[in-house]
């Protein structure tokens, strides 16, 4: 990522979000990323890492930084009805959105909110059973969210 | 009669050497009476190989006893050959020549002026069943350097739309167009680059830097954006090509410095975003199940990308001659939209197109349809006035908003 583009990446989250809430850490490295806190509507707090190497050319790998778990109480594995692309080394990598549809236009602040309706259907696949998959279909399809 | 093939260079480099014999090889096509021979082993042999024995004036003293060889002889401003079988005995050979580079591309004149192209660099990132066939295009049209990069190898799931044969089977792509290339316009100079230029960004624009004109021919948009903050930094020419789902159609993007880049293309109205062809696993994310994967990956005919390739190659062409009398200069002032489009069947994102037969004046199959796309005033690739996409709607004021108290895990 640029100096230009960070500087815009910073203004937009400045706007958006208290500045103890997120850290861009090893910038200039293969390992820059993004921590970014994030606290669900049920009041669960998860912290993001959002990492940068080749933002915005490509989506950015997004990871959480516990172990989630299925409703067994088994790290979440790569799963299509999950989306997620399973857990290692004490990490989840989410799906927040396909490369096909990825454009460099995407802010990162867009990916965090996109990040935070993938955790409200995480929390809500914890409660009830249905899968992620399912929800995000029902939130594209109402353009909407899965808590309405 | 056996008819033998003399590369004309390799001959001149003999005859204007100190040496007055030497031995080299010699390939025939078994049963088909054509020999090749050259002073130089070839890299990747063919038919029946034997020795060929080249000598100026005089026939050598001796020659080691093997079962049957060729000899060339240069006397008095001729070439003779011949076939000696293992009882040693000799039959006169017909002779015919590989021209020489001045010689090569002589049908080519008057419709196109090849010695503009011989100094021409082409960067070709991506040599699958597009890549592949422009690269050899150009070659053929005489385009003198290249730089190829594809880190993939052929694989058997290729070869129906590939120009690559079983023979090349398992071989870095980039070693066999090479190879092709190197079979058209033998004089052609090639770098090789068997990489993912996903991860190798200051590379590729060290190499866009050098390139007259870059081709991308890959199968995904990371390349595509990032390809294009090394065209605009480096104020290149950059021809994208693309097939669509099953490649019932296709578009082509022209980008040119200081037009729309491919980030406004992608943000236009023309641009189908999800309509991508999937010829390969790589191309669909990890969870996706083999079952979902076998359905999803569907690819169309070589037939059905061939136009589109086509269309590469003129817009290629225009670009490498524009303005030097190349002899299609009228191209020129025709080929003049940013992005092309094409359609090979009435399916899908064309399913509302007029059939062939009864079009009138409404867009159908098999022709190609241009438009000017306009440059992006907020794009976030070549405008200095960005416009991000801050999901507005995505949260809609549902999300709670209480940030109170959350502590960021560092120790991670």
Known sequence: MDNARLELEKAVLATKLPPNMYMFRDMGTSNAHLLIGARTNAKNVYTLKIMLKDFPSSAPVVYTTKPLKDRNGNDLEVSHELHNYGTSDGKTRICHCPDSSWTPRVSLYRVYIKCRLWLECYEIYLRTGQSIDTLINEINRQGGNPTR | ?412
């Open chain 2, 1 to 412: 009669m056996k008819c033998i093939y003399i590369d004309k260079d390799e001959a001149l480099t003999f005859l204007y050497s100190e040496d007055n014999h030497i031995e080299g090889q010699s390939y025939e096509w078994e049963g088909e009476d054509v020999v090749h021979v050259h002073t130089i082993a070839q890299p990747h042999a063919f038919g029946h190989v034997t020795s060929a024995y080249w000598h100026k004036s005089v026939l050598p003293t001796a020659i080691p006893s093997q079962e049957q060889y060729h000899i060339v002889v240069f006397s008095d401003n001729e070439a003779k050959a011949y076939y000696v079988n293992s009882k040693f005995q000799s039959e006169e050979c017909k002779v015919k020549f590989i021209p020489s580079k001045d010689e090569m591309f002589s049908r080519a004149k008057g419709i196109l002026e090849v010695d503009i192209l011989s100094d021409k660099r082409v960067m070709i990132i991506g040599l699958g069943s597009f890549g592949s066939q422009i690269a050899i295009e150009l070659a053929k049209a005489g385009v003198g350097e290249f730089s190829l990069f594809d880190f993939d190898r052929v694989e058997l799931h290729n070869l129906a739309r590939h120009t690559c044969t079983i023979k090349d089977l398992g071989r870095l792509k980039t070693n066999a167009i090479k190879d092709a290339i190197i079979g058209k316009n033998k004089l052609a100079r090639v770098d090789l680059f068997p990489i993912n230029i996903n991860e190798h960004h200051t590379l590729m624009d060290k190499e866009v830097a050098k390139a007259d004109l870059v081709i991308c021919a890959t199968d995904n948009n990371q390349s595509r954006f990032a390809l294009t903050k090394c065209l605009l930094k480096n104020n290149k020419v950059a021809i994208f090509g693309r097939a669509v789902t099953r490649a019932e159609g296709g578009d082509v993007f022209r980008h040119r410095p200081g037009g729309p880049c491919y980030n406004c293309l992608v943000g236009s109205q023309a641009y189908a975003m999800a309509a991508e062809e999937i010829t390969n696993r790589s191309q669909l994310p990890a969870y996706v199940s083999e079952e979902e994967a076998n359905a999803m990956i569907q690819v169309g005919l070589s037939s059905d990308i061939e136009p589109i390739c086509n269309l590469i190659v003129k817009l290629a062409l225009v670009e490498l001659s524009k303005g030097q009398n190349s002899g299609i200069e009228s191209l020129e002032n025709e080929l003049e939209y940013d992005y092309y489009i094409w359609a090979n069947r009435r399916e899908r994102r064309h399913v509302g197109w007029a059939p062939f037969n009864n079009a009138k004046n409404m867009p159908t199959i098999l022709k190609w349809y241009g438009a000017r796309i306009a440059k992006d005033e907020h794009c976030p690739s070549c405008s200095s006035n960005t416009v991000l996409d801050l999901g507005e709607g995505l949260n809609d004021g549902v999300l709670s908003e209480n940030f109170e108290g959350i502590e960021l895990d560092t120790e991670e």
